[in-house]
């Protein structure tokens, strides 16, 4: 029974749907799980403490202070948690949740969390369907948390559509899934696990550069990914737009190839695996310019000198790591991506083709072939997390060998 000794802290916030969570607790509680209940100050008008607190067995907080004196720690609770699941959870705390807006003991606690974090939402029709609540799951969704979406049917306002919250059972179900799931399984406990994401620019003057159209998005995944199962995460990143909210990743920000290398060598040394997902810009300009270049001349040459590689510095100073590669190729695909695994002295290279279509840069999707010296691995278009989670099984079968 995989929800048995499990500590299960819910967070309750203001809906109607309050009264469905005195039937989740209890089954937990019959599980074995341990329960602990946090609430808004809103969510008290709508269920108990005494009732809730009744069925978890624990004392329900709502509010940073005591009457005695003392305070509820959000910190304290936060950590002990194995998961948290915020059910119901309103329009206003999901914002509060995404947007980081701290004012009441749920938020502190929850931006305190480091365990995985459930959101059931719950929410009369048109205002689940507002465009703010739709952009705000999915930024929830965006920092590797769990949406049990709503479901439809006859609403609190007798207005019928989707916006009911789960019901307690699915909700169950869906923790108890993911807690005997393998997702959960800690298999890099205890490993460091460096990664690279993002373009590089080089800097032409002050205003421009040259770069290239990596989003990050696959090099995030991967860092999401391998800090789920437990590692520790040195994600060091070019420019992106991506976000992360994951406190076991370190993440550095770069602009140039000289700053991503000069990063990835303060802590080669001692990281277990390399993956280097970064598109570093093969060549910068020879001289940046001290001012903005201006249009006087028909044509502008700009000399371009070779950047340090920064993949194969990692691979000629490898001692212990498993170092991966990845290769983006527009022709000659398999041939090209083998030999910069021989030449480069990787473990294993991970090609995408430009040629395949929703794989590759920008793209939320990647269709990828793993290569080691002695095996080839072809899989399917997926998501990029789907693919993170490909790629890392994949390297762990081979730490096994
Ligand atoms: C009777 C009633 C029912 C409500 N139900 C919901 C609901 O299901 N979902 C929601 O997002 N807000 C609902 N609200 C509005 C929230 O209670 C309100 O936005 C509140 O500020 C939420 O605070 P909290 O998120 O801090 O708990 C309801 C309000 C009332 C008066």
Redesign the pocket.
Known sequence: MSVSGKKILIAV?????GYKIHFLIRDFVKKGAEVQVIM????E??VTKLSLSTLSKKPVYSDFYSDNGTWNSHVEMALWADVMIVT?C????LS?MVHGMCD?L?IATYMSAKCPVFIAP???LD?YAHPSTKKNLELAESFGHIIIPAENGEL?SGLIGQ?RMAEPATIFNTVEHYLSSDIQSRSLEGKTVLITAGPTYEAIDPVRFIGNHSSGKMGFSLAEEASKRGAKVILISGPSFQIINDPNIELYKVTSAKEMLAKVFEFYESVDIGIASAAVADYAPKEVAKEKIKKNDENLTIELVKNPDILKTMGEKKTHQFLVGFALETQNEEENAKGKLEKKNLDMIVLNSLRDEGAGFKNDTNKIKIFTKTEKKEFNLKSKDEVAKDILNFVEAQLLK
Request: net charge negative; no cysteine; hydrophobic share 40%.
């Open positions: 916030s203001g809906g109607i749907a808004t100050p809103d969510a008008n709508f119901p309103t329009a206003n705390t509060k009441n749920v719950a929410m009369d205002m609190a916006g």
